[in-house]
């Protein structure tokens, strides 16, 4: 069965930072493309950002030029870095792995940003 196990979740103060890993079993992790997806309360899940299995990255408007996606194949994890966190960041952030119909989720990881 895959698994996708995310870790780094937290209480942080606004302007600190935070870096998510998920970790991916059972999967050929280098040809999948990665994301991180984040859903705050009453809202919505959004995505964050992607990296594809080539290593092209992708950011939504709210988090570019503060979050990095990066993948690292030889462990099989991706992560997030997040700096200059705001409380609007506040929020369960889930990894995702997608290769062509298949599409899997992980359990999600609170981040949660206030003074």
């Known amino acids: 069965q895959v698994q996708l196990v995310e870790s780094g979740g937290d209480l942080v103060q606004p302007g600190g930072s935070l870096r998510l890993s998920c970790a991916a079993s059972?999967?050929?992790?280098?040809?999948?493309?990665l994301g991180w997806y984040r859903q705050a309360p009453g809202k919505q899940r959004e995505l964050v950002a992607t990296?594809?299995?080539?290593?092209?990255?992708n950011y939504a408007d709210s988090v570019k030029g503060r979050f990095t996606i990066s993948r690292d194949n030889a462990k099989s994890t991706v992560y997030l870095q997040m700096n200059r966190l705001q409380t609007e960041d506040t929020a369960v952030y889930y990894c995702?792995?997608?290769?062509?119909?298949?599409?899997?989720w992980g359990q999600g990881t609170q981040v949660t940003v206030s003074s």
């Open positions: 995702t792995g997608a290769l062509a119909t298949d599409f899997y």
């Open positions: 059972r999967i050929t992790f280098r040809l999948y493309a």
């Open positions: 990296i594809s299995s080539a290593g092209s990255t």
